[in-house]
């Protein structure tokens, strides 16, 4: 891939300062409604907040509406007000034009760019916050998805850290049993790191050789020659969304959750990377009865230090024991600081709630008759109640994406309806783990994809 250390879209700083005066307009009218609701008060100020806040982001593209939607499936971290309007933000904004397109194809493959696809569709096949995707041929007949980054997305990241640090401002003013300041630096690193789409690339490749020898989970493939930092073109794998098998055989549904709860759990247990990203969209089936699953968007891939993974499989451990010092230990390898006993009780409460599954012995599904929407909203009440009482928390950083993405991840085994003995599974995949084993082979996979 070529090196775009003299890109002249790299964080410019007339685009942040254009891009701070957009977003700030929309923030600071939300940030005096929000003035206005709190002086006025009422049982219903928290959903005109929130109301407010929405309609400040909801016509943006690019970091801060991501972000935003990262924050609305953190149960824990907003009232349920703002989850819910955050939630709704747009995830499938209008895609942009064919002028866009071939300007950007010409930038990073050169003017006779055409020449090197059989066929490129002009229409987007989707379209998200950071970026669209089209369908193309290589010149091979080799079916391709060729994923385009929106204009000057370096300057918004930077720009739009900068607001989000101001909106979290509000957040903490309103509620106060959590303090997210660790988590604006993770969020901030994550969407770096998404821009970089040759990491990307060479994420996927990590998970394509850990995958390699299991038929049923399939990764696209990176074609470096058609890849640059702002263009990832990779081999299109057809299949069908998770929404479809809804009202599939039980076993479907159930054979779909294996799958997933395989894709996400072998990788961290074995290598301490994370799928950080739960949308639906990024995981099709093919086949007959959906034998196979592609894993697709290799763009939010968190790698985790070996520690904070034995941390993980140190508390299930100690929950499962009911062992209090072992709990302790591995709130303290998360980076939990003053952990009180009244503290560690509040820490109990959701983390009973994400590891029950993997605790009760038995099949079941992920939670009784909660819709998925819901999923983990009720634990989370009681969890901010509770954490006023004792003071508040500061969320470590690592906690982020494994939090999202485990409640993702929950949320997708509801909407399936889907039956397992999860504590089998779990146990399944932690077969040879250590702390030392993860770090040789995290070591071991990253430098083969030159990360």
Known sequence: MPDDRNDPERDRLSGRL?????????????????????????????????????????????????????????????PPEFAKELAELQTNAPAMGWPFVRRRMAAEL???????????????????SLGQVHRATAP???????????????????????????LIGLFKRMDGSIDPSEM??????????????????????????????????????????????????????DGQGLLAFKTAPQEVRDRIAALLFEAWWSPMTHLGIIHGDPHLGNYTFSGEGAARLNLLDFG??????????????????????????????????????GLTDEL???????????????????VRTVAEDVPPGEYGRREAFKV??????????????????????AIGLGAAFLHLGARHNWKQLFEASLEGFSEEAVAERQAKALAAAGL
Request: proline share 5%.
């Open 384 to 405: 901010r109640q509770a954490l006023k009482a004792v003071g508040g928390v500061t969320i470590p950083r690592e906690f982020v994406f494994m939090d999202r993405a």
């Open 18 to 78: 254009s891009r701070f005066a957009r977003v700030g307009a929309g923030l600071s009218g939300a940030a005096v409604s929000y003035g206005a609701n709190r002086v006025f008060a009422g049982e219903d100020a928290d959903a005109r907040n929130a109301k407010a806040l929405k309609a400040a982001l909801g016509g943006l593209k690019g970091p801060l509406m991501k972000a935003a939607q990262m924050f609305a499936t953190v149960p824990d971290l907003l």
């Open 344 to 362: 560690v009780d509040t820490l109990n409460v959701w983390a009973r709630f994400i590891y029950g599954p993997l605790l009760d012995d038995r």
């Open 140 to 166: 091979d007949g080799r079916a391709l998805a060729v994923k385009l980054q929106y204009p000057d997305m370096q300057s918004a990241v930077e720009s739009d850290l900068s607001q989000l640090r101001a």
């Open 110 to 128: 050169g003017a006779d760019w055409q020449s090197r696809f059989a066929s490129f569709e002009p229409q987007a096949a989707a379209a998200a």
């Open 300 to 337: 939010c891939i968190r790698v985790f230090p070996p520690r904070f993974v034995a941390g993980v499989v140190r508390l299930y451990r100690a929950l499962s024991n009911d062992d209090r010092a072992e709990q302790v230990e591995a709130y303290r390898t998360w980076g939990f600081q």
């Open 184 to 237: 604006i630096v993770e969020i901030g690193d994550r969407l770096r790191e998404e821009l970089d789409y040759g990491r990307e690339a060479r994420m996927m490749s990590v998970y394509g050789s850990f995958f390699a020898e299991r038929d049923a989970i399939r990764t696209p493939t990176p074609v470096p020659e058609l890849s640059t930092g702002r263009l990832l073109s990779m081999t299109w794998l």
